[in-house]
């Protein structure tokens, strides 16, 4: 173990080394086998990395990791992290699961508009002019997701390729896609494809009944960009996805971007073969949860703003309690409380809300409390109340904490720096880590995946 805290040439290599060793391979070639790591000072890390989203990426996913590993092998006992960009050779280039292509200029990003001409968006392509970028609203719960569609649309086909976007209906993968087709066609991208899943295999199945596969082949393997919503739609459809996997490779194999989205993880797809699966988790796969109570409140001001609509805080903060995993929920309240104000002429106050929204969200919404999940998991797992709040880090006390934490943000309307306050005062990356633990240990964990089920049938819980 090493005791000394000043320069230490072997000090990185044995964090990264403690690093591998709790996380899958492929975490670490993502993300940690170029970073560097150097004590600063007496409890000061500092963390060297290629960009920023590789920062932000590092701050909330894989911080309480790193003052674990520094904690291991070295005499700092609470380290504290600093993050640095280097951008140079020495730190690596942007994460990517394979080996990338090499770094070309993005011509198809170019303007070649000439000087005051305004750019012309292809009509065949239609988009809802609210989901652009400056319209997104970015929150602890999509950030990464945002950053990423962000690169792409700036450098196609160079960054993070193919990028993969999955979550639940209406958060805002949907938006994020048009906006960077927005980018792209804004730019001038000539032969950029953007279609539901659904169109591409309706569109497979008229080109096979027609006799019209050249047609069909042209039209997507030679796109400069193929963007798919809900490419979900694909499992259990073994011929289209055949062609789909040759689409792919075309346009992959051209340095092309390509940019998915689904309701699942690659893997999570019933249906889906193994090669196309495999080539989904070639760039970058980025979950967008649902959004944090300050981040529901956020949107809902802005969607009213937009509307010109004034909302008091109060009646906003109303709102984002009782609408807690959909943003197009969100969009839909906001509409009801506009529909109040200028054509019923009535007072926007929280009662008067309660009655425009109660067919969205039903009479009184029973969610669970952080109360009744800890007294669950003290009965469940025969601890004190004490255990939970402490620094204890004993397996029969750790894993507990850790259930009560993923249970708390998944069933509650706290957020992580909540969540944290109230487990002894944790940051909101370690609640983070712990919840992200649970989350992969019940994919494989048949135990714990019955542990947790029957937790949830205690708490009767209403999502």
């Known amino acids: 173990m090493i005791r000394a805290v000043g320069p230490d040439p072997t000090f990185g290599k044995s964090v990264q080394a403690e ?6 391979e492929q975490q670490f070639l993502t993300w940690f086998q170029r970073v560097q790591f150097r004590v600063s000072s007496t409890d000061v890390v500092t963390v060297s990395v290629p960009n920023r989203f590789f920062m ?8 309480a990791l790193i003052c674990d590993a520094v904690s291991a092998v070295s005499s700092i006992r609470q380290p504290r992290v600093e993050f640095e960009i280097v951008e140079d050779e020495a730190v690596g280039r942007l994460p990517h699961a394979a080996a990338p292509p090499p770094v070309i200029a993005p011509a198809a990003i170019n303007n070649s508009h000439g000087a005051g001409q305004a750019p012309e968006f292809p009509e065949n392509i239609p988009l809802n002019p609210d989901y652009t970028f400056d319209e997104f609203v970015v929150g602890p719960s999509n950030r990464l997701a945002h950053a990423a569609a962000l690169s792409v649309s700036e450098t196609p086909g160079t ?34 494809v953007y279609i539901s899943c659904a169109s591409f295999t309706n569109d497979f ?42 689409t792919f490779n075309s346009i992959y194999n051209r340095q092309k971007q390509i940019l998915l989205t689904s309701d699942s993880l690659p893997s999570e797809i019933a249906g889906l073969g193994d090669r196309l699966v495999s080539r989904f988790k070639l760039g970058l796969v ?3 949860a649902p959004p944090c109570f300050e981040t529901r409140v956020a949107i809902l001001l802005r969607k009213a703003r937009n509307v010109d609509l004034e909302i008091p805080l109060d009646v906003a903060e109303y709102v984002a309690h009782r609408i807690c995993d959909n943003v197009r929920e969100l969009e839909g309240a906001v509409n009801r409380l506009h529909s109040h104000v200028h054509i019923e002429h009535r007072a926007l106050t ?4 309660r009655k425009s929204i109660a067919d969205l969200v039903g009479d009184e919404e029973h969610r669970v409390d952080l109360l009744r999940i800890q007294q669950a998991i003290l009965e469940q797992f025969s601890i004190r109340p004490s255990d939970l709040h402490s620094k204890c880090r004993s397996r029969s006390v750790v894993v507990p904490r850790q259930i009560c934490m993923y249970l708390s943000r998944l069933h509650t309307d706290l957020s ?16 983070l880590h712990s919840i992200e633990k649970i989350r992969k240990l019940l994919e494989t964990d048949s135990a714990l995946r019955s542990t947790v089920a029957a937790l949830e049938r205690k708490l009767g819980h209403r999502r």
């Not at 932000?56 to 911080?63: A, E, G, I, S, V």
């Open 19 to 24: 690093i591998s060793a709790r996380i899958t």
């Open 56 to 63: 932000t990426f590092l701050k909330h996913r894989y911080q």
């Open 159 to 192: 960054s993070y390729n193919p990028l993969f976007l999955f979550g639940s209906v209406g958060l805002g993968k949907t938006h994020l896609m048009q906006a960077v087709a927005r980018r792209y066609g804004a730019a001038g991208m000539g032969q950029m």
């Open 205 to 246: 199945i008229a080109a096979v009944s027609n006799n019209d596969l050249d047609r069909f082949r042209r039209k997507y393997r030679e796109a400069n960009a193929l963007l798919i919503d809900d490419i979900h739609f694909l499992a259990n459809k073994e011929r289209t996805q055949e062609e789909f996997f040759h």
């Open 286 to 288: 980025v979950e967008l």
């Open 350 to 353: 929280i009662e008067e809300a």
């Open 416 to 431: 992580l720096g909540e969540i944290g306050l109230y487990f002894g005062g944790r940051d909101h990356s370690t609640v």
